[in-house]
């Protein structure tokens, strides 16, 4: 499976943005949460599994964000179990909330950190059988610590974020998507977080606007040099491999085990991403 570049939330009881993401986005986030009101979400829940029965080409490619409490939680999983979808995003993952979803749904889990005790306890939650992978809800987990807006000051969240990237890598899942950013109108300033994320061990980027998407597609896409570096890297390595070499020098710079892991992975992201 490639890992998806975007994932592009929309209000699940707007099907018709359900159809625009899916020509866009690579994952389409359809939301039960806090994109739909109260008395809203059953008609919601409606509107998601009949678009889903209409695309079943598309289903796979949706994940679908459902309430984390009781009282909609069983129904939101209800709606969509059967339907084909990709994946099921719990807000304010914990330990708790996790099992009682995946002991009734046979889907992948992608949980949303958003609490303190969701970040305390996140490496007991990548442990946790049936979970794909984590991140941050960066807003919700800024206000439960007390820290400042992630919009405002990003430093008081890069433990937070550099504890998800080594928790997800630890427990073997796929790494984290970075976090929702609110500010949809600069996208200079998205290009820019949406790369140093990159750099950081994300990969991939939650959108909640269809402008965002392009821009963190061309962000994952490795560029020429990159790739042709990798090349170059690869071929060393194969030929010091079958000469019986264990050394190899390349531009100056020694070519480990990591330095062939990592010129794999850029390959692999230039193939699977053309």
Request: negative net charge; hydrophobic residues 45%.
């Amino acid at each position: 499976m490639v890992t998806p570049r975007s994932w592009l939330f929309c209000p699940g009881n707007r099907p018709d943005r359900l159809t625009k993401a899916a020509r866009v986005a690579d994952v389409v986030v359809a939301d039960l949460e806090d994109a739909v009101p109260v008395l809203g979400k059953a008609d919601a829940r409606a509107d998601i599994a009949d678009w889903l029965r209409r695309n079943q080409d598309t289903a796979s490619r949706v994940w679908v964000r459902v309430n984390n409490d009781q009282r909609h939680l069983d129904a939101d999983l209800d709606a969509v179990e059967e339907l084909g979808i990709g994946g099921i995003i719990l807000p304010k993952a914990e330990p708790e909330g996790v099992t009682a979803v995946t002991d009734r749904s046979r889907r992948p889990l992608f949980g949303l950190v958003e609490t303190a005790r969701g970040l305390w306890q996140l490496h007991e939650l990548a442990a946790l059988p049936g979970v794909h992978t984590l991140t941050l809800g960066e807003y919700d987990l800024a206000a439960d610590l007390g820290t400042a807006s992630p919009d405002t000051d990003q430093a008081p969240l890069a433990w937070a974020r550099a504890q998800v990237v080594a928790g997800c890598a630890a427990a073997g899942l796929a790494p984290p998507p970075a976090p929702v950013a609110a500010t949809v109108n600069d996208l200079a300033e998205f290009t820019a977080s949406t790369a140093a994320l990159l750099r950081n061990g994300f990969f991939g980027r939650m959108c909640i606007h269809p402008g965002q998407v392009e821009v963190a597609h061309e962000a994952m896409r490795p560029g020429d040099q990159e790739v042709a570096d990798a090349r170059a890297v690869i071929r060393a390595a194969e030929a010091a491999e079958s000469e019986g070499t264990g050394v190899v020098v390349l531009a100056g710079r020694m070519v480990d085990v990591a330095v062939v892991r990592r010129a794999r992975r850029v390959l692999a992201l230039a193939e699977g991403h053309r």
